[in-house]
Nanobody
Framework: QVQLMESGGGLVQTGGSLRLSCAASGSSINAMGWYRQAPGKQRELVAAITSGGSTNYADSVKGRFTISRDNAKNTVYLQMNSLKPEDTARYYC????????????????WGQGTQVTVSS
């Protein structure tokens, strides 16, 4: 069983930065990533990364967000720069041994989420 623990959310002004972290306990996981969900909207993929370093990004965050991971620590990070009010959402860490499952929101493991609020 894998448990995911997120940290790093908070309140920031437009143009600011935040760094989210997600530590996975238990077995090592191939694919890890971040989803977000704003009130009244569907959960959407933000970014994903495999243990080999392959990455995927939503078009809306390309050039502003960077996903990385420390395989030794079984931890994934999301560096968020140039934040906009539309980035406001609850961010969820997700993990699965199957990359495709992670990309299609069918991951086996999910964190509780951390709130990111960007004020205008």
């Amino acid at each position: 069983q894998v448990q995911l623990m997120e940290s790093g959310g908070g309140l920031v002004q437009t143009g600011g930065s935040l760094r989210l972290s997600c530590a996975a306990s238990g077995s090592s996981i191939n694919a890890m990533g971040w989803y977000r969900q704003a009130p009244g909207k569907q959960r959407e993929l933000v970014a994903a990364i495999t243990s080999g370093g392959s990455t995927n990004y939503a078009d809306s965050v390309k050039g502003r967000f960077t996903i990385s991971r420390d395989n030794a620590k079984n931890t994934v990070y999301l560096q968020m720069n140039s934040l906009k009010p539309e980035d406001t959402a609850r961010y969820y860490c997700a993990a699965d041994r199957r990359h495709r499952a992670l990309l299609t929101a069918q991951a086996d493991y999910w964190g509780q989420g951390t709130q990111v609020t960007v004020s205008s």
